[in-house]
């Protein structure tokens, strides 16, 4: 009966786990840090107080004042990373998950509503007047593609990481992928497409494509949804051949297929015959130093979703694409999709 139990109680904390925390692990890993260093930076006062009972009304208060003078010294208070102020949909962000994550980890006494913190980070967000904005991107197009390909000789290099950073790039443009669902922060075979989700075919009638198996994003619940295929058919040889680009990269960094389910699609080395997933960093660094090498000087016009925002607008461009194929192969949970769909001639 002990390891039944244990079996029980294991089975409980992993999904309460899932359940209390954030998709990425990033934004929570962030939230603590900030957290940490308003603890260190008012020595004087007790954070947090664990509740004598349950339904501790003072315990409750004090925490909740505590997130609020939180969220004050994060105003006044300069990123480590940037040196800028902290945006107020971060600080909103973070105060969410440090709730979640404390409540579920230390049983601390938080209000559900805690009605002075909610109130104070509307008016935040109220007066505020970039709240909400989302930077807009230029989107990388299938003619940015095969210009690149044609007139860059270092794109056309065969080397190990050359050839996965353009794959990906074409890849994020074909399956109107977002940079984290084919370039994760933090690489999980379960979550995140791996060799083994890249396969090759051909038809009946002698047509060659292949098939990246991705995992949507942006789904309600924190439950592995199922990967769906995304079919790229072989085209022109050129920068748009997505097919091409794809068969090159596996030609040129192979993977044995023992290990393929362990490694990610797209990879970089890091040293000492090592890889490493390529990150949504690396995807949007690349992406602009492409860019650039077009003779695109705005840099920070281009990043990760350029690839995704180029392909909507050429899929929309083609006339042929209803609204419900858009946002089948875009993985849109609504009809976003015509937003990243530029307006076109």
Avoid at 30 to 44: C, N
Avoid at 131 to 141: A, E, H, L, T, W
Avoid at 146 to 165: C, F, G, I, Q
Wanted: proline fraction near 5%; glycine fraction near 8%.
């Amino acid at each position: 009966m002990p390891g039944l139990l244990q079996r029980l109680q294991g089975g409980a904390l992993e999904k309460l786990s899932r359940a209390y925390a954030p998709k990425s692990k990033g934004p929570l890993q962030s939230a603590i840090k900030w957290l940490a260093r308003f603890a260190q930076a008012t020595p004087e006062r007790d954070i947090f107080r664990v509740s004598r009972f349950r339904g501790d009304r003072e315990a409750s208060a004090w925490n909740e004042w505590t997130l609020i003078l939180l969220v004050e010294w994060m105003l006044a208070t300069p990123s480590v990373k940037t040196h800028k102020q902290i945006a107020v949909g971060s600080i909103d962000s973070y105060i969410s998950l440090l709730k979640g994550y404390l409540a579920f980890t230390y049983d601390f006494e938080i209000p559900d509503k805690a009605p002075r913190l909610t109130r104070l980070v509307a008016l935040l967000r109220s007066e505020d007047p970039l709240s909400g904005v989302r930077r807009k991107r230029r989107g990388f197009r299938r003619r940015h593609l095969r210009k690149l390909w044609r007139k860059t000789a270092s794109v056309r290099e065969e080397s190990p990481d050359m050839v996965n950073y353009v794959a990906a790039l074409g890849t994020a443009w074909h399956t109107l992928a977002r940079g984290g669902e084919i370039c994760p922060g933090t690489f999980d075979p379960a979550r995140h497409p791996t060799r083994a989700d890249l396969e090759f075919g051909e038809t009946a009638g002698r047509v060659r494509y292949a098939v990246v198996w991705l995992r949507p994003l942006k789904k309600r619940g924190n439950s592995i949804q199922p990967k769906v295929p995304q079919y790229v058919r072989e085209a022109d040889e050129g920068g748009s051949d997505v097919y091409m680009l794809l068969q090159r990269m596996v030609r040129i960094d192979p993977v044995d297929a023992a290990d393929r389910a362990t490694t990610p699609l797209f990879r970089l080395a890091a040293g000492q015959r090592r890889t490493k997933a390529m990150s949504v960093a690396h995807l949007r660094a690349f992406t602009r130093n492409c860019a650039a090498a077009l003779g695109y000087a705005a840099r920070q016009e281009w990043g990760a979703h350029s690839g995704r925002i180029g392909g909507a607008t050429d899929l929309a461009a083609t006339g042929r694409a209803s609204q419900l194929l858009l946002q089948a192969k875009g993985r849109w949970a609504s009809d976003i999709g015509r937003i990243y769909a530029r307006m076109t001639r």
